[in-house]
């Protein structure tokens, strides 16, 4: 019996898990357009431990989208650079992950070119492409897919 608990246990917080990453990335979406979903991005990455590179990976993307809603050079600086740090070393961990390239490709491919963070776009473009069609989970795909048409 209690074995079966821990399971049942298990699977709830595994649902809740993917209902959250829904959530970031619903959100990711709307961020470049509305602070408030963006500063949604860091209330609700905050729920997640920073060791998940994904979790990791979105929160970067926070501080580099917030760029567009600070008036301050300085800070607008330092926010990117955070965000580009937390985004990098995510990707330094799991450099296969698909959803972190894309995370990257969208911040390069909208990134100002003065700020020279724009070496990898091709790579993850082509990352991105091959291994989409393979990828089990149909939210991430239809993220990917529609994100992609509006960029190209």
């Known amino acids: 019996m209690k074995s079966i608990l821990i399971l049942l246990l298990g699977i709830n917080i595994?649902?809740?898990?993917n209902e959250e990453l829904s959530q970031i990335r619903t959100i990711f979406y709307k961020a470049p357009n509305s602070e408030i979903a963006c500063d949604s991005l860091l209330l609700l990455s905050n729920n997640y431990s920073e060791e998940q590179n994904i979790i990791k990976g979105y929160k970067g993307c926070y501080y580099m989208i917030k760029c567009q809603f600070i008036t301050s050079p300085i800070k607008?600086?330092?926010s990117f650079n955070k965000g580009k740090d937390l985004l990098e070393n995510a990707i330094k961990n799991d450099s296969n992950n698909i959803e972190l390239a894309f995370l990257r490709y969208t911040i390069q491919k909208n990134a100002p070119k003065f700020l020279l963070y724009n070496n990898e776009i091709d790579t993850d473009l082509a990352l991105i492409k091959e291994n989409i069609k393979d990828h089990k989970d149909k939210e991430l795909k239809e993220l990917i897919n529609r994100t992609l048409k509006e960029l190209e």
Do not use: C
Request: hydrophobic share 45%; proline share 0%; no cysteine.
């Open 14 to 17: 595994v649902l809740e898990n």
């Open 76 to 78: 607008k600086i330092q």
